[in-house]
Nanobody, 125 residues
Framework: VQLQASGGGLVQAGGSLRLSCAAS????????MGWFRQAPGKEREFVAA????????YLADSVDGRFTIFRDNAKNTVYLQMNSLKPEDTAVYYC???????????????????WGQGTQVTVSS
């Protein structure tokens, strides 16, 4: 599967953005999906994940209550709605697809099989 992330940009602190990740090919619903981010000089970190159906989601503590992950399997797309953005949310955001997980989802970067190219999110103070 190929993943194409979009929706990044420059926003002021307190603002909102919605990232999209469109998947090519069939069987999108067989993949658990996740979002990660990487700030300059830092390791890529987990942000959010959702199950194959989208019924179950998991968010990192740093974004819980501000971000929401959801998917539309009919459109082969997963989204990350980001509200109340902070300067520390500035990073390149990546979507990823996990085919192998036996659970609902995973926050482990090594478990994901496919990655998108990333989209830059910059939050100004």
């Amino acid at each position: 599967v190929q993943l194409q992330a979009s929706g990044g940009g420059l926003v002021q602190a307190g603002g909102s953005l919605r990232l999209s990740c469109a998947a090519s090919g069939r069987a999108f619903s067989r993949y658990a999906m996740g979002w990660f981010r990487q700030a300059p000089g830092k390791e890529r970190e987990f942000v959010a994940a959702c199950s194959r159906s989208g019924d179950s989601t998991y968010l990192a503590d740093s974004v819980d209550g501000r971000f929401t992950i959801f998917r539309d399997n009919a459109k082969n797309t997963v989204y990350l709605q980001m509200n109340s953005l902070k300067p520390e949310d500035t990073a390149v955001y990546y979507c990823a697809a996990d085919y192998r997980t036996l659970g609902l989802y995973t926050s482990s970067r090594s478990e994901y099989d496919y990655w998108g190219q990333g989209t830059q999110v910059t939050v100004s103070s």
